[in-house]
């Protein structure tokens, strides 16, 4: 969960620190007072693209920071892990650090490590999810609505089947079109390939054989000069007047004799022995070497035809030499892939037809398993939107079969939410009859419902104003529905309503002052008065009467 956030020098915030605990916290504050700034900030440290123009005036960078406990974030830690970004100290830190500079760069931090924005994303993914005002317009999309039911009936294992099988059905689509293509291939193109591959192997070139031929040749051509230097160096060491070998061994005998009157000597006889010993072994292993070294001219002469024949051969293929074994490789898969390809395209279709048969079953898997929770989760939207102030609401999940007979990854359903808002109305394509306060209110029963069928999942979840449109009773049951969702995850939620303010276990309130012709915003805990306060102002404006007051120490109480 989000523990601290820090910010400084973003847009009218000068410096500003927002301790969070666990549960349902509000931020409330008047238009304009920095709300959405606050969302800015966090959106920038999850990896959101930057915009210098958010740089307070008068600074040359904003810098964010966000501290995360990972305790409830187990795919949060498994990422940071994956990536090597695990904090060395403790496990269950995350902390991210983001620089906007004036002039456009901006730089991020996770654990004191620099991370690109994409990365910074993903994890961000994995660390909080945000709800804005703009949320329930993309509920009316056909893809929402279905990745919202296969969250809600946890269908991962069977959206992997059926990713995985139809991933194998396109693999074999492309391996048919490549051998259809191949089978048509023009036969002067094919004879041309053949003569290639012959002429290759006619070579007889053998693994390994060039790296021998060269060694052999560098060995051959320069047998004149091993044998004379490889000569002089075994006289100057062992076999010659004044030898290394021989004056070694004067040397030894002089420091045997000193040892006796100075027993330091002692060690430099042994060192010179050594040495010595060191001498000896080198000269005879240059003299092994020069029993077998011998002029030959005319293994000389073949190897050099060989390394020209294939030099000739591998400017005409307009490669390196050391391509030649692999090029060879490839124009003969390539010439079995051709010489071949009327007999494999029949065992591909062979094939794809049980790979299609395995897409189409486990796709009717996921089928059954999305109709079972269409109606479980039509139910309990429902039952949510009636206490949202929808007596009459009714919420269905439509399934069907997608027409065609296309391979998707995502299954052969077409899905989509239904509703109707008035007794006796059939339900209809929420797309088509929602009004913008029904669709808030249905987008919010459909979070409420899906995180608490989940479970798991992001520790942190935001609601910036998806309360938009609502009042009265309902914003109270709204509150009390997003406590209820604090008490499995951390919730925050930006707010003009002051019930479902009075619902946060925490609260927040945000102000803006003006100090020497400078804006700033700032932010403190409200407790007991001060709360009260706050929960008036939102309730009657700028007059705060005794009678809202009374009204707001109402809310909290029954919200105690």
């Known amino acids: 969960m989000l523990r601290q956030l820090q910010i400084r020098n973003l847009a009218i915030i000068d410096e500003a620190q927002l301790d969070f605990a666990a549960g349902f916290t509000v931020l409330t504050g008047e238009t304009g ?249 080198a000269a005879d292993q240059i003299q092994r070497l020069l029993d077998r070294l011998e002029l030959d001219p005319e293994a000389l002469e073949r190897c050099e035809r060989r390394l020209s024949a294939l030099h000739d051969l591998a400017r005409k293929h307009r490669i390196r030499l050391s391509e030649l074994p692999a090029h060879q490789a490839g124009l003969r898969a390539e010439l079995d892939a051709l010489e071949h390809a009327a007999g494999g395209l029949d065992a591909l279709l062979a094939t794809q037809a049980g790979l299609i048969a395995r897409y189409r079953a486990a796709a009717t898997q996921l089928s059954a398993a999305r109709r079972k929770a269409a109606g479980a989760f039509g139910a309990a939207v429902t039952a949510v939107v009636r206490q949202l102030g929808m007596a009459n609401a009714r919420f269905e999940v439509a399934v069907d079969a997608a027409a065609g007979e296309r391979v998707r990854s995502h299954g052969d359903d077409e899905v989509r939410f239904d509703f109707s808002a008035n007794a006796g109305q059939a339900p209809r394509p929420l797309s088509k009859v929602a009004s913008g306060g029904e669709l808030s209110r249905v987008s919010l029963a459909i979070q409420v419902c899906s995180q608490t069928a989940r479970g798991g999942g992001v520790a942190t979840m ?85 009678a809202t007051q009374a009204l707001a120490r109402d809310l909290l109480k029954r919200a105690g």
């Open 462 to 546: 935001i609601f910036d104003e998806v309360d938009a449109g609502i009042g009265g009773g309902v914003a109270e049951v709204v509150g009390q529905k997003l406590r209820e969702l604090g008490g499995q995850r951390q919730v925050l939620c930006v707010t003009h309503l002051a019930q479902v303010a009075a619902q946060g276990r925490q609260h927040l309130g945000i102000r803006k002052e003006v100090s020497d012709g400078q804006t700033y915003t700032r932010v403190r805990p409200l407790e007991k008065d001060a709360r009260t306060l706050e929960l008036a102002r939102m309730l009657g404006g700028q007059d705060i009467t005794a």
């Open 33 to 281: 007072a920095g709300k959405s700034i606050l969302l800015d900030a966090l959106g920038l440290v999850l990896g959101t693209r930057a915009d210098p123009a958010l740089v307070r005036q008068g600074s040359d960078k904003a810098e964010i920071s966000a501290e995360f406990d990972l305790s409830d974030s187990t795919a949060a830690r498994d990422w940071l892990a994956e990536h090597e970004l695990l904090d060395a100290d403790d496990g269950q830190l995350c902390l991210i650090r983001r620089v906007v500079h004036a002039e456009g760069r901006t730089r991020a931090f996770v654990n004191g490590q620099a991370v690109n924005a994409g990365p910074l994303r993903e994890l961000g993914e994995q660390l909080v999810e945000l709800f804005g005002q703009n949320e329930s317009q993309t509920l009316l999309k056909p893809e929402v609505q279905r990745g919202l039911l296969d969250d809600y009936g946890d269908h991962g294992t069977e959206l992997a089947a059926v990713r995985a099988a139809a991933g194998a059905v396109q693999q074999g689509e492309q391996a048919i079109a490549a051998a259809r293509a191949a089978a048509s291939r023009d036969p002067a193109q094919l004879d041309y390939l053949r003569h290639q591959v012959q002429e290759l192997e006619a070579l007889n070139l053998r693994e390994g054989e060039l790296e021998e031929l060269e060694a052999e040749h560098r060995r051959l051509a320069n047998a004149g000069r091993l044998i004379e230097d490889g000569n002089r160096a075994q006289e100057l060491l062992y076999g010659g007047e004044a030898a290394i070998y021989d004056q070694l061994s004067s040397a030894s005998d002089l420091l045997a004799g000193l040892a006796g009157l100075e027993p330091g000597f002692a060690e430099a006889e042994n060192l010179a022995a050594a040495a010595q010993a060191q001498v000896r072994e």
